[in-house]
């Protein structure tokens, strides 16, 4: 099984394409992971969340990127030119509007996304310093979005950054060809949940994304903490009367660590194969 998706990852983007088309209705097909807002036009709050979390987090990862381009470079810090982690507050709204998402619903994510720690807002002059306008200010969590929402791959990850040996290839190439294996391995093996498939399919659409963190001088295994806050665990350890349940939460982390084993196993057969 191994060997079959390295060889369908030699056949480059466009037959893999192929590939999916024609095994359409198998369970692994590919298209089953993103039918499900699409398929009735109605996008949920989860996603409009994660649309917004993304746009900070570049906003984020791009002042890490200065920042360490600075350090790489000796660049002295100007304090007098433009920060690179804001973003005007119509700039945000015209970008969730461009993924059909209202100015009204927009902002009730800017108010949600600020009260927890994601940015700031500020009132600044813009560059010709004669108006006033609203801007938006990542913060240090920004950065933490897409490690967060893929926590459970991190370990693996991590793995496959310490372990990939031969010689030639940068972590990112390396990393970017683990998440391809993962696309088609672990819907192969027969054994992903439903949880598995919309992780599986976010990673996929996320994968430049993440993948940036290497440009900012960041790794996996910076990430590789324990990521959860406080108000996560009370989340999943609620229980139908809103109350926090201990037995519910142990649950769901001893489902999360078994996810995160799994991974950390493909991680293990990827690096096998890739080594040889």
């Known amino acids: 099984l191994k060997k079959d998706v390295f ?28 039918q499900v807002d699409e398929s009735v036009g109605v996008m949920s709050s989860e996603k409009i969340g994660e649309m917004a979390e993304d746009i900070f987090y570049e906003v984020g990862m791009n002042a890490e990127y200065r920042a360490n381009q600075y350090i790489q470079t000796r660049t002295p810090f100007m304090v007098s030119k433009p920060g690179n982690d804001i973003i005007r507050l119509n700039q945000f709204l015209r970008l969730m509007r461009s993924d059909g998402v209202d100015e009204v619903s927009s902002m009730g994510y800017v108010l949600s996304l600020m ?32 490690p967060r929402r893929f926590s459970v791959l991190v370990p693996a990850l991590s793995i496959v950054e310490r ?14 060809k683990f998440i391809d294996f993962l696309g088609i391995y672990c819907p192969m093996r027969g054994d992903c949940g439903e949880e598995d498939f919309e ?78």
């Open 7 to 34: 060889a369908i990852l030699e056949k480059g983007t466009d037959e893999l394409a192929l590939m999916h088309m024609e095994n359409a209705g198998k369970e692994y097909q590919i298209g089953r992971w993103t």
């Open 115 to 146: 009260d927890s720690g994601l940015f700031a807002m500020n009132l600044e002059l813009d560059h010709a310093g004669q108006r006033t306008q609203c801007v938006l200010k990542a913060g240090e969590l920004s950065t933490f979005v897409l």
């Open 163 to 176: 372990g990939y040996l031969q010689k030639g290839n940068d972590k990112k190439s390396v990393v970017s």
């Open 199 to 276: 992780l599986l399919d976010k990673l996929k659409r996320s994968k430049a994304s993440l993948l940036y963190m290497y440009a900012a001088g960041q790794s996996f295994q910076d990430w590789n903490v324990d990521l959860l806050t406080q108000e996560e665990r009370y989340f999943h350890g609620r229980n139908g009367a809103g109350k926090f349940d201990n037995a519910r939460y142990l649950s769901w982390e001893s489902n999360e660590k078994r996810r995160e084993n799994y991974y950390s196993y493909c991680a293990k057969m990827f690096l096998r194969h890739a080594n040889t």
